[in-house]
């Protein structure tokens, strides 16, 4: 059972993680770069996270990835960029980590997959991770779509 959401706070999936968590009324935070800079401008104050003392974008990814039980890495596709970096954290850091490719699998073949996972890996601190919504305009809300699925009781 999921009792944290954490994500690294930017545009697509990252902010996907956070809303959910927010409109779920489930604990969330995370780790952001230092001036709390995203995509779109200012990662918005109203998103509760921890800003690091560094601008550079892969140490708050690194420390989302160790701060949580788990990372879910959400994609429509392979994985590039900062999502390719978070994978490589996982493993570097023998982190379970679960690359879902909705280009590759349903919604509910999704759910099922990660709820095998959550569970195998007793995740409780979720990292929600994946494109920035400037790579992948859908990821936003096939993100929200997803952990929808998966939290429906």
């Known amino acids: 059972m999921i009792t944290k959401i954490i994500s690294g706070g930017q545009t697509g999936a990252d902010r996907a993680g956070l809303d959910f968590a ?49 990372t879910l890495i959400v994609s429509h596709g392979m994985l590039t960029g900062g999502s390719a970096m978070t994978e490589f954290y996982a493993e570097q850091h023998q982190k379970p980590c679960l690359h879902i490719d909705l280009d590759q699998m349903s919604i509910e073949e999704a759910t099922l997959r990660i709820k095998a996972w959550l569970e195998k890996h007793s995740i409780r601190i979720l990292n929600v991770a994946g494109p920035r919504a400037g790579k992948d305009p859908k990821i936003y809300p096939s993100t929200i779509k997803l952990l929808e699925a998966l939290f429906k009781r």
């Open 22 to 70: 927010i409109q779920q009324s489930l604990p969330y935070g995370g780790w952001v770069p230092k001036g709390r800079k995203s995509e779109d401008g200012t990662i918005p104050e109203a998103y509760q996270l921890q800003e690091m003392p560094t601008s550079d974008y892969s140490r708050r990814t690194e420390k989302n990835v160790l701060d949580s039980d788990g």
